[in-house]
């Protein structure tokens, strides 16, 4: 019986350390990948997010949180388009992490994402609305990370061709689908 609380203590011990504050190299990358769908017109502010680590995090040679751990996030700020009426935003952060059993709060820098600002029509002044529902609504259905660029050029598999424009567009929503890669910077461990 002694014997097993001494490696119970040992084991709690060891986690400790291996999980102290110090261990955390400053400004690391954690890049995580989303384990559900997130948005500008979808997400509401204070709403907790799941991911998971896509890199280990390691310091000294040492893994220190491994690949694959759970991470929980929080959507900081979420601004819908209106109704098209604006470019959505969403700003988000990491909260912590979950390893070996042991969870860890951290704290990241905020993600900021916006939707593109709508074209105005030189001869009425106004927004255009030329397709922006419809293209965020295409988006959404092929996965595409709404804030970065997308192409609507294709290749032809097998060969070397591309077929369609090779323009990027963005939309007005932000639309993060599930699996999406995002990396933060570790700013503090508590």
Avoid: W
Wanted: glycine share 10%.
């Amino acid at each position: 019986m002694r014997r097993l609380l001494f490696v119970c203590l040992f084991l709690a011990t060891c986690t400790a350390l291996c999980f102290s504050e110090d261990a955390f190299p400053k400004n690391a990358k954690v890049e995580i990948r989303l384990e559900q769908a997130l948005g500008s017109d979808i997400s509401q502010s204070g709403q907790t997010f799941a991911a998971t680590l896509t890199r280990a995090i390691s310091s000294g040679g040492k893994t220190i949180l491994p690949k694959g751990a759970h991470v929980e996030g929080i959507v900081e700020d979420a601004s819908s388009t209106l109704n098209y009426a604006r470019p959505g935003s969403l700003e988000l952060a990491l909260k912590s992490v979950t390893a070996s059993g042991k969870v860890i709060r951290i704290s990241t820098n905020t993600v900021r994402l916006q939707g593109k600002e709508r074209r105005i029509d030189p001869t009425t002044g106004r927004q255009e609305d030329r397709g922006a529902r419809g293209e965020d609504a295409a988006r959404a259905g092929i996965g595409v990370i709404g804030a970065g660029n997308t192409s609507t050029s294709h290749t032809i598999p097998g060969t070397d061709l591309s077929v369609g424009s090779a323009n990027s567009t963005t939309g007005m929503q932000v639309i993060l689908p599930a699996k999406t890669k995002l990396t933060f910077s570790l700013v503090s461990t508590d």
